[in-house]
């Protein structure tokens, strides 16, 4: 076993004939935090979502605790088992009540009694603060706690690597907090993480490393202290004087 | 400009309601008037008809020339031809068990409990399998009684539930093949779903019914009720398939995604994700599909079956009632309307049931 969670090596991406990601290299150690920031459509969230191959990468290899994502079916599936995604939208199952979005995967994608699916339901909505809730609609929810709640869904899987794509941005200021908290002490907990988002104090606190991403490349890459202090192209330095204005 | 408004008066008494409704200005009086008028003078004349004037005593015609209203012995008298069709006279009982047991596995169906995409099915397979072998008989010591026999309001609610049972799984494989990742699947489902459509069902039952056994070797013909019944089916299922796509392209993309990321298979995706939503998203337009074809299943009458038209037909075709073709086909009506009626109460129900919850 390598302490490689996950590596990607000159990976192509293309929509159509648009050149999505060109010629990424990432590596993410086992345990290490790692936030991607960058213009809108720099590629951001293609990079994470080829990573669980909800994108297909034309080019290049992707390894995720070592294996290679491909058109094998069983490799795929292994690897969505280690990695857990929590998106933009939240995207629970509006027909289900919170406690069953969080047990009908374990139960389907594992085989788990009902019983055993519902008791981490529980366990992980508990960690996630959210399991006076449970027997609720997800519409019935704020949407902090509806992204809490997606979190402990994908906990519910216990994965090994967390993916998460803008996950406060969908969400009023005064939520924006309490779902932070929540990824901090999945940080302290040792979880693989990315995760795409603008909140840099987020980055600053909790990231081992920053990642800079433009027009499909990346850019640059650095510990948050050197990436935001010191950062040395001109493009990252133009991205944060943005950031920082707002 | 700083007009205040009143907040808008609501009056919570019927004779508020009469008067902001139905009398709030001249106009809406007179037409109040006319239209109220007409409809008491409708419905006392339908009473009068129907009840006060209406003799149910059992007899001959020679009764009905005595009363004036509805002579609904007709009903008692014809009652059997009506709602049995030719079936043998000794096994009634079974085509009215058979009615029954559907009716059951209907207002079953109503129950939340069943309402999984697995439940569901197994119960209407089971209530309809149980329809079908009390019908036919061949087992438990119960006679044949093959489908040229089968008549009347059995046959009219055979007719619909087979077309259900086999129709709905086909539509939802047509709805997935149709949003395939795999063109020729696609294409396939798409041209058979716009071929059926643009068909009149007469066109399609005609060419099962009379057209297959002059073109298709006889093993494959199989009897003319099953031929009817799965091109009804078909046609049913290219409707409803539209109807099921057009409820999971309301779904968003991210719905599929979480499944699919949290390790989901793609059968998992669709049956526990995607097509209960679909449905829930369709249900007004599937409860109609659903009304329609309860009605268009008269239409077999044409091909030579002897359904709940075709046999009230005979009724009173018979020389000895012929007088009396209003009450039966008004009591026919009044049978149809039970079933729609039904149907689409209950269609309400779901919706307001839907919306509720969504909006929680
Ligand atoms: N399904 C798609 N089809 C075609 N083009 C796409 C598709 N998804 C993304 N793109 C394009 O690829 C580029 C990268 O998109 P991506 O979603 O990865 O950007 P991002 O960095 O996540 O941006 P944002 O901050 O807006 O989420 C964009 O220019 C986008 O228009
Ligand atoms: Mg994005």
Not at chain 1, 50 to 60: A, P, T
Not at chain 2, 41 to 52: K, T
Request: charged letters at 20%.
């Amino acid at each position: 076993m390598s302490d490689k969670a996950i590596q990607l090596i000159d990976v192509n991406k293309y929509y159509g004939q648009f050149h999505a990601l060109k010629n990424i290299n990432l590596e993410v150690a086992e345990g290490e935090r790692v936030v991607i920031c960058g213009q809108s459509g720099s590629g951001k969230s293609t990079t994470i979502r080829c990573i669980n191959r909800l994108e297909r990468h034309n080019d290049g290899k992707i390894i995720v605790e070592g294996i290679e994502l491909t058109d094998d079916i069983d490799a795929l599936d292994e690897v969505r088992r280690e990695v857990g995604m929590v998106f933009q939208r939240f995207n629970l199952f509006p027909h289900l009540t919170v406690l069953e979005n969080c047990a009908l995967p374990q139960i389907r994608a594992r085989g788990t009694s009902r019983v055993n699916a519902e008791k981490m339901g529980l366990r992980q909505l508990d960690r996630m603060k959210i399991a006076d809730q449970a027997c609720k609609f997800a519409d019935e929810l704020s949407g902090g706690q509806q992204q809490r709640v997606a979190i402990a869904r994908a906990l519910c899987m216990e994965p090994r690597i967390m993916l998460f794509d803008e996950p406060t941005s969908a969400l009023d200021p005064e939520m924006i907090g309490e779902v932070l908290e929540c990824m901090v002490n999945l940080a302290e907990d040792g979880m693989t993480m990315i995760c795409v988002t603008h909140e840099m104090g987020f980055a600053r606190s909790v990231a081992d490393r920053v990642v800079f991403m433009a027009a499909g490349r990346i850019i640059e890459q650095a510990p948050p202290t050197a990436f935001f202090e010191n950062p040395q192209a001109e493009e990252t330095q133009v991205f944060l004087k943005q950031i920082i204005n707002h | 400009m700083t007009a205040v408004i009143a907040p808008p008066q609501i009056e919570t008494t019927y004779l508020g309601w009469a008067k902001r409704r139905l009398f709030a200005s001249p106009g809406d009086t007179v037409l109040t008037l006319i239209f109220g008028g007409a409809m008491i003078w409708f419905f006392q004349f339908l009473l009068d008809w129907a009840v006060v004037n209406a003799t149910w005593a059992e007899g001959g015609k020679e009764l009905c020339r005595e009363v004036s209203g509805a002579c609904w012995s007709v009903i008692g008298a014809r009652g059997r031809l009506i709602f049995f069709g030719l079936y043998p006279y000794e096994e009634h009982w079974r085509s009215t068990f058979a009615c029954l047991l559907i009716i059951a596995t209907m207002v079953l169906s109503c129950v939340p409990w069943f309402w999984s995409m697995k439940r569901l099915p197994v119960l209407w397979l089971s209530g309809f399998g149980a329809f079908v072998v009390l019908m036919y008989g061949g087992i438990f010591g119960l006679k044949v009684v093959t489908t040229e026999q089968w008549g009347g309001l059995s046959l009219t609610v055979f007719i619909f539930c087979a077309v259900v049972v086999i129709g709905m799984p086909l539509a939802i494989g047509l709805a997935l093949a149709r949003r395939s990742k795999l063109p020729v699947v696609r294409l396939v489902a798409g041209s058979i779903i716009d071929l059926f459509r643009s068909l009149p069902l007469l066109t399609i039952l005609f060419t099962a019914a009379v057209v297959v056994p002059l073109t298709v070797p006889d093993w494959a013909q199989g009897n003319k009720l099953g031929r009817v019944v799965v091109a009804f089916a078909l046609f049913f299922a290219c409707y409803q398939a539209e109807i099921i796509r057009a409820g999971m392209q309301a779904i968003p993309d991210g719905q599929e995604e979480a499944a699919a990321a949290l390790g989901m298979k793609y059968g998992s995706r669709i049956f526990d994700i995607l097509l209960p939503q679909a449905f829930r998203n369709s249900l007004p337009s599937t409860i109609n599909q659903f009304v329609i074809t309860f009605k268009e299943t008269s239409i077999v009458t044409i091909i030579g079956f002897f359904e709940i038209m075709a046999s009230a037909n005979a009724a009173v075709g018979t020389g000895e009632w012929t007088a009396q073709y209003i009450e039966v086909y008004f009591f026919v009506g009044f049978v149809y309307f039970l079933f729609v009626f039904g149907l689409s109460r209950y269609g309400a129900y779901l919706e307001r049931r839907a919306r509720l919850s969504n909006v929680r």
